[in-house]
């Protein structure tokens, strides 16, 4: 099972940008599609993005089409979530996932601890 860190969560104003990393661990990274997920309190989580193993086909929840892009660097097994426009709606925990599914369902195996991100007004 592979395990995941995200990190580059953090405070910024409404219109900044952060970036997200997820770091995987394991020798097989290329072979897991990876998708990031959000949850604000009182909220489920949802989906945000999600890319396929090799890089080549991404999905994106509507809500953050065209101001969120998802990425990833198999040789660093790393994942990233580049967020600009952000809104204050956007405040949530942020968790990164593997799966060997490309889905935007949570049915992925393994989780990060999350990272939270907050956008102020």
């Known amino acids: 099972q592979v395990q995941l860190v995200e990190s580059g969560g953090g405070l910024v104003q409404a219109g900044g940008s952060l970036r997200l990393s997820c770091a995987a661990s394991g020798r097989t990274f290329s072979s897991y599609s990876m998708g990031w997920f959000r949850q604000a309190p009182g909220k489920e989580r949802e989906f945000v993005a999600a890319?396929?193993?090799?890089?080549?086909?991404?999905y994106y929840a509507d809500s953050v089409k065209g101001r969120f892009t998802i990425s990833r660097d198999n040789a660093k097994n790393t994942v990233y979530l580049q967020m600009r426009s952000l809104k204050p709606e956007d405040t949530a925990v942020y968790y990164c996932a593997a799966g060997l599914v490309l889905t935007s369902t949570p049915l992925y195996k393994s989780w990060g601890q999350g990272t939270q991100v907050t956008v102020s007004s």
């Open positions: 890319i396929s193993g090799s890089g080549s086909n991404t």
